[in-house]
Every structure is written in structure tokens, then in C-alpha cells.
């Protein structure tokens, strides 16, 4: 049994960890590789315990009977070994089932890169954090894309459209000259688009190179709020992707709390009262708030 409950440490370990309030998707594939890396074969698995090899070796040396006591005890101690091993082994193959496919998760494998934590330390190969890069540069540009729409006036914009479209047939007199003139016309815009990619991939591999924050329980937005002036279009990715949580236990407990709130002898409270005091509940504790 001992030896049963110390094989399962680590899934306490995690249930744990994942649900804490300040976990991150970030924090998945890392607990995934660490996970397959505490249900492998250990030397410790296989070597008796230093008391019973100490008895066997007392009895065996004697000429009584009490040494095949020991043997017996020996025997049983090497099948639990076994049975744990074989349940270790068929718990893996389990992970690796459920997890086989999670670094192909734009979601995680982005998360983890981008945490400074961890970055591509816990990736199976180069290979995947070549696509991380890429993937990491496409929603860079995406957000810097979308920053600057929200930030234009659509009434001009909308305007140089009609502009462009009441142009054409003045311009182009055949399929020919039309694609011409398309084929012209998106050529700038081309050749910007590869240019903010270009910049994007040098801060990408700037923060690859820099060095990765020591300790697991370091705050990374901290470091992102440190840093959004290095890094700025990474900053943003940093903030949209490590403010997602790995469970629903943060709102499950949120929900109980405000359960707690509503009792037999305050249930005619307002909804509106609830919530304010649901939110001070929630939030005094991060800003140090003392009664």
C-alpha cells in the first residue's frame, strides 16, 4: 500500500497545482513531460529496502529457521515492486493516449513558449518549436492587425474603398489589365505584411535566446509587465494566452462562495448586493486588503 499510494503522489501533486488560482495553460504540457518523467521505471523501484536486506542477511548467516521468514517477506516485497511497476506502466500508456496529440494545441504549446518559465524546454523535439515560432509570429501579426483596424476611422477607410472600386472600370479595359492592376495594387501590402513578419520572427528568436526566469513559481505577467517595452507585440500574446486557466476550479469555487453568501437568514438579499460583496470577497485578498 505504501508503495501504491507513493506511485500516486504525483496525480495529488497535480490536481493540486492545476487547480491553484494562479495556474496558467502554460503550466500543462510542462506537468504532462513531468508526469511521464515520475511514472518511469526507477532504480528505487527495484532495490529492497535496506531493513529487510539487513534481516536476510543476519538470518541467513545463522543456522536457526527465522532466516525463511525473511524470504518470504523478501518475496511479497518483490511483487509489490512488480504490481506497482506494471500499474506505473499502465498509467503512462494512459497519458500518453490522452496527451499524444496536446503540442499540436495552439492554445498550450503557445502558453508554454511564451511563459519565460519555461519556453521551449519542455517540447519533444526542434521541430515543435519551429512551428510554435511560426504559429506564435501568425498571431502576433493577427493581433497587430486587429489593433490597427480598431484604431482607424472606418468612415475614411469604407470611403477609399468606393474610391478604389469607381477607379477600376475607368482604368482597365480587359481581364487582363484588370488582374494586372490587382496584382500592382497588393504588391505594397505584400511586401509590408513580410516585413512585420520579419520583425515579429527577430523579437521571436531575441526572447528564445534570452535567458529563462529560474524557479516554477515565479510570477511570468510580472515579467511580461517588465518587459512589454522589449517586447511589445509579444507582451500582448503574453497577456491574451497566460490569463487563461488550466481548470474551472477557480469558477467553481467562485460559485460556492457566493452559495455561502446566500444562507436561511440572508435570503432576501438584493442580487445586486450579492455581487459586490462576491467581487470584495474575491478581490480585497489580492490587494492585501487587512479588516
Given at each position: 500500500m ?19 488560482s494562479?495556474?496558467?495553460?502554460a503550466e ?6 513531468s ?5 518511469q ?5 527495484s ?9 536476510l542477511?543476519?538470518?541467513t ?12 517477506e ?8 512488480q ?5 506505473k ?10 496527451f ?7 492554445l ?20 515543435v ?5 511560426l504559429?506564435?509570429a501568425?498571431?502576433?501579426e ?16 469604407r ?6 472600386m469607381?477607379e477600376?472600370p475607368?482604368?482597365c479595359g ?9 496584382l ?9 505584411n ?17 535567458k529563462?526566469?529560474?524557479g ?15 517586447y511589445?507585440d509579444?507582451?500582448k500574446?503574453?497577456?491574451?494566452y497566460?490569463?487563461?486557466p488550466?481548470?474551472s476550479?477557480?469558477s467553481e469555487?467562485?460559485?460556492?462562495s457566493a ?8 435570503n432576501?438579499?438584493?442580487?445586486e448586493?450579492?455581487d ?16
Amino acid at each position: 500500500m505504501r508503495k501504491c499510494v507513493h506511485a500516486l503522489q504525483p496525480y495529488e501533486d497535480i490536481t493540486k497545482k492545476l487547480s491553484d488560482s494562479t495556474s496558467t495553460a502554460a503550466e500543462v504540457i510542462p506537468i504532462v513531460k513531468s508526469l511521464k518523467h515520475t511514472l518511469q521505471h526507477t532504480t528505487s523501484d527495484s532495490v529492497v529496502s535496506n531493513p529487510v536486506q539487513e534481516t536476510l542477511t543476519s538470518d541467513t548467516s545463522s543456522e536457526d529457521e527465522p532466516g525463511l521468514g525473511s524470504v518470504v517477506e523478501l518475496n511479497e516485497d518483490r511483487q509489490a515492486t512488480q504490481a506497482v511497476n506494471f500499474m506505473k506502466e499502465a498509467m503512462r500508456a494512459d497519458v500518453e493516449k490522452r496527451f499524444s496529440s496536446i503540442e499540436n494545441e495552439d492554445l498550450y504549446r503557445i502558453a508554454t513558449y511564451i511563459d519565460p518559465r519555461y519556453k521551449s524546454k519542455f517540447f519533444s523535439s526542434s521541430h515543435v518549436t519551429h512551428q510554435v515560432k511560426l504559429s506564435l509570429a501568425r498571431v502576433c501579426e493577427e493581433l497587430c492587425q486587429t489593433t490597427i483596424l480598431e484604431e482607424e476611422d472606418g468612415e475614411p477607410r469604407r470611403k477609399r474603398r468606393r474610391d478604389d472600386m469607381s477607379e477600376t472600370p475607368a482604368t482597365c479595359g480587359t481581364i487582363d489589365e484588370a488582374m494586372t492592376s490587382i496584382l500592382a495594387s497588393s504588391s505594397d501590402d505584400e511586401a509590408e505584411n513580410s516585413s512585420v513578419r520579419t520583425l515579429l520572427m527577430k523579437d521571436i528568436e531575441k526572447y528564445h535566446t534570452d535567458k529563462r526566469i529560474s524557479g516554477t513559481s515565479q510570477d511570468s505577467l510580472q515579467w511580461w509587465k517588465t518587459m512589454k517595452t522589449v517586447y511589445p507585440d509579444l507582451a500582448k500574446v503574453a497577456c491574451q494566452y497566460l490569463s487563461c486557466p488550466p481548470s474551472s476550479v477557480p469558477s467553481e469555487q467562485l460559485f460556492s462562495s457566493a452559495g455561502l453568501i446566500y444562507d436561511a437568514k440572508r435570503n432576501r438579499l438584493l442580487p445586486e448586493k450579492v455581487d459586490k460583496l462576491l467581487f470584495l470577497k474575491r478581490n480585497l485578498p489580492i490587494l492585501n486588503f487587512k479588516y
